[in-house]
């Protein structure tokens, strides 16, 4: 059986949990939380006490991946995790999409869910610089990586954007947000890149 091997990547609070979840569920998928299987599994290396976070064995985690897919039942595997690109074996990938939202959303939202200082800093300028849209092109080719700028909407209008994709009614596209020229001609640059 041929799988679609679905990577939901972006900073964290941009949604990546709560969309893949539903797509898992619309698509009948395995659904695999990186974090969650990274602690489950033991893979991982240490504990990043600045930014309290775990470390992840990224050869541990490249080997159990490719196990679980290759013994899955589904033909769909959907694989949440802001560093699914850098583990997720790169022959296996069918779609990468990179979930994106404005950063004056996404403060709040990072401050409603605990981020302070640093860790609040440093995830709102890789949103800004498009870093986990980067990491996914260095990676795959612009065929396979699918921006989408999810500022505004609900997990269900997401989830229905991505199944246009998957159901080929609809071509994957980069480039959709310039964040970073948004918010220096509002003036407030400043105010969301502190790093």
Known sequence: MSKRVILV??????????????????????????TDLAIREGLISGKDKER??????????RKKLHELI?????KDIVIDGHYAVSVVPKNLVTYIFVLRRDP?????????????????????????????????????????????????????????????VLERHKKCGVGLVDWLGKLESEGVLDDYLKI
């Open 70 to 74: 290759d013994s899955s039942n589904k």
């Open 104 to 164: 004056v959303e996404l403060k709040k939202l990072m401050q409603s869910s605990g981020f302070t200082d640093r860790k609040l800093w440093e995830n709102l300028a890789s949103e800004i610089l498009d870093v986990c849209l980067v990491d996914a092109l260095n990676v795959h080719s612009e065929e396979k990586v699918c921006e989408l700028d999810n500022s505004g909407k609900s997990v269900e209008e997401i989830v229905s954007e991505i199944l246009t």
């Open 9 to 34: 990547t972006g900073t964290p609070c941009v949604g990546k949990t709560s969309v893949s979840r539903l797509l898992a569920s619309k698509l009948n998928a395995e659904y695999v939380n990186l």
């Open 52 to 61: 309290d976070s775990i470390i992840v064995d990224e050869n541990k985690m």
